[in-house]
């Protein structure tokens, strides 16, 4: 081992922001060093970037008129053809073109809620931790009977109660959907701040929100993207399944909503496969993507759980 | 719920003689009552909520009733007495959770009958639907999370990992749907196997009705089992994987057994533990989960009856709904607090 006084005495001379700054980039590009060996991990990353990219191109890709009822281009339920690849549906319009819209709102009501629900579990879980006593006591025993709630019941319950929106629609999700992250965190948040650091943070005159959203929220903040990433593929199959009962939004096509329009139009008992087939293996594809993503970062973050790369 | 935080009051509970039989005993019966109380506190949250639920619906319960129809200001006067919601707010709560607690869950908009009687009704279908399901994919994926586990990493547990987080990603609607088309409705040279919905075709007795019954079950099952196997199969699989490790395997091998014996006798009942936390929780979650299910294959158990319950909205019937579904996941949830100290005597003794 050589010594090499230079850059030591290069990284003196360095803002304590930027040593910041070139600590996160080494972080980064080491979990990316291990992510990149997560076969199955990388599937789902490129399937994701794959369908955010269409997603997004959507009024390019299909035009922005497909979900017009009025002036549908084809006749209603027609089999695939040149014109209309995946057929249409008893609108006539195409499903293809919905299917390419649809994504847009299943990443949507996915990304938004997943966030909630995060969100409302970290703030829950962090405080909880951080304070301790007969309020963390209180915070808790609500949590543990949320988590007993059946999630799906209650975000049904919900959504019939509200007026039907897609904000209905991501509020119902995001608040059934969060006790499992405030368990995580509070458990992260507990074994973080008995580390000697928070101590001499505290003796160096930290107070609590410093100590909680400075030392407490960048520790926890990776579990809670791998939270967040499993979470989206349960908010996306929950919405799906909510707009197939009919507690979407009527006016915006989504996949679950389009899988609601196959059953009502009897494509069921016609056998009228290619127009249900589509939208579901859509909804798999991407909560599948999601899952695999998660569970590539959880493998990252902790290499003891084993998962198969 | 939580077997960990049950630990650490337990230790508290524990008495200086719990070392002898009577005292872990009575350590285990004072662990009951904890745990019998939180269930009871927990039910009645779950009644608290279902009751203020429903009453910030906006718009007319009344209006509902009558689907639209013409109905003069003396009739819905009459109706509004008739469910008490001329009472005050407190009133109605208080006559609300006394009458719950006794049964009485209130009357349906939609089939003008008490919800009870309609909830006991479908209850059976509910039960024998799910109870089956449960039973068999938490079989296969014990069996498979062992083998994935035991052979982790190799082409068998990748595909078997994989093929269980597919199913698992794919709405359990959609893949009924597409096993009506498939194996009901007959796509190609795939004539109709199975009936499209129902429990029963009505004309079978004895022998020929099981049969009949079963027939109707194929589908359901397959498609709940299907969406349901892999949460099983990953616990088993990681909970496997953290013994594999262990010293007293080992040991185990050390003596001699062969590999089935080592996996059988020693691995397995170890890791078997947070599983049956698991199914007991799947059970509870389940009655809930199927409503999709059982709407999409017209079952006549508790989720169809939600789902057109829902449509209306027939408010007690979905309120009646609400409470049951719930209990069912407190009662196991229970169910797996209390077994687990017998399983595993490191726990709440």
């Known amino acids: 081992m050589t010594i090499t006084p230079v850059p030591k005495t290069a990284r003196t001379t360095r803002s304590a922001r930027s040593l910041a700054w070139a600590r996160r980039r080494g972080s980064v590009a080491r979990f990316w060093r291990s992510y990149r060996t997560h076969r199955a991990g990388l599937f789902g990353l490129g399937a994701l970037a794959l369908i955010a990219l269409i997603a997004l191109a959507a009024p390019l890709l299909v035009g922005g008129d497909v979900q017009s009822v009025t002036n549908a281009p084809g006749t209603a339920l027609e089999s695939p053809s040149a014109e209309f690849p995946l057929g249409t549906d008893q609108f006539g319009r195409s499903l293809l073109g919905l299917l390419v819209w649809g994504a847009r709102i299943s990443l949507t009501v996915g990304l938004l809620a997943a966030a909630l629900s995060v969100a409302i579990g970290t703030l829950v879980g962090i405080t909880a931790g951080h304070y301790g006593g007969w309020f963390s006591t209180v915070i808790m025993r609500i949590t543990d009977w949320f988590l007993v709630m059946p999630t799906l019941v209650l975000a049904i319950v919900l959504a019939t109660v509200m007026s039907r929106s897609v904000w209905t629609v991501i509020l119902a999700i995001g608040v059934t959907s969060w006790p499992t992250t405030a368990r995580l965190v509070r458990a992260q948040t507990i074994a973080v701040e008995s580390r000697p650091y928070i101590e001499r943070a505290k003796a160096l005159g930290g107070g609590h929100s410093h100590i909680m959203t400075r030392h407490v929220l960048p520790n926890v903040m990776p579990l809670v993207l791998a939270q967040t990433t499993l979470g989206i593929s349960t908010a996306i199959l929950t919405e799906a399944t909510l707009a197939f009962l009919g507690l979407g939004d009527p006016t915006i096509v989504s996949w679950g909503g389009m899988l609601q329009d196959a059953r009502e139009a009897g494509a069921v008992s016609s056998g009228h496969w290619w127009y249900l087939a589509p939208p579901g293996i859509a909804i798999a594809l991407v909560a599948l993507a999601f899952t695999l993503c998660g569970r590539a970062i959880e493998a990252v973050l902790n290499p003891k759980l084993g998962v198969a790369r | ?349």
């Open chain 2, 1 to 349: 719920m939580s077997t960990t935080s049950t630990t650490g009051t337990a230790a508290v509970v524990r008495a200086p003689e719990a070392r002898t039989t009577s005292g872990s005993a009575r350590a285990y019966l004072l662990y009951v009552a904890g745990r019998l109380g939180g269930a009871a506190i927990s039910l009645l949250a779950v009644l608290v909520t279902s009751f203020f639920l429903f009453r910030i619906i906006p718009g007319d319960p009344v209006k509902a009733m009558t689907h639209g129809m013409p109905t003069s200001a003396e009739q819905l006067a009459s109706l509004r007495r008739q469910f008490g919601l001329d009472q005050p707010m407190w009133q109605q709560f208080t006559d609300y959770c006394g009458k719950a607690l006794t049964g009485d869950l209130g009357t349906s908009y939609q089939f003008h009958a008490p919800v009870g009687e309609l909830i006991a009704q479908k209850l059976p279908a509910t039960l024998l639907l799910t109870g089956v399901a449960v039973v068999i994919y938490s079989a296969i994926g014990l069996w498979l999370g062992t083998r994935s586990a035991w052979r982790h990493g190799s082409l068998g547990d990748k595909v078997n990992t994989g093929m269980a987080l597919t199913l698992w990603s794919v709405p359990s609607f959609w893949l009924g749907l597409l096993l009506i088309i498939t194996f009901s409705v007959g796509v190609g040279p795939i004539p109709g196997l199975f009936p499209t919905g129902g429990m029963e075709s009505g004309d079978k007795t004895g022998f020929a009705y099981i049969g009949d019954v079963a027939h109707h079950m194929v589908l359901p099952v397959i498609t709940l089992v299907a969406v349901g196997y892999a949460q099983t199969l990953l616990v088993m699989r990681s909970s496997l994987l953290d013994e594999m490790g262990s010293d007293y395997l080992t040991t185990a091998r050390a003596k001699g057994l062969r590999d089935d014996a080592v996996r059988r006798r020693h691995a397995v009942p170890n890791a078997l533990l947070p599983t049956v936390t698991m199914v007991f929780i799947n059970l509870g979650h389940v009655a809930a989960g199927s409503i999709l299910v059982e709407t999409v294959f017209s079952w006549p158990g508790l989720g169809g009856l939600f789902y057109q319950a829902l449509s209306v909205p027939d408010l007690p019937l979905v309120q009646g709904l609400f409470v049951v579904f719930a209990g069912a996941m407190i009662l196991m949830n229970l169910l797996a607090d209390l077994l687990y100290p017998l399983l595993d005597p490191r726990v709440g003794r």
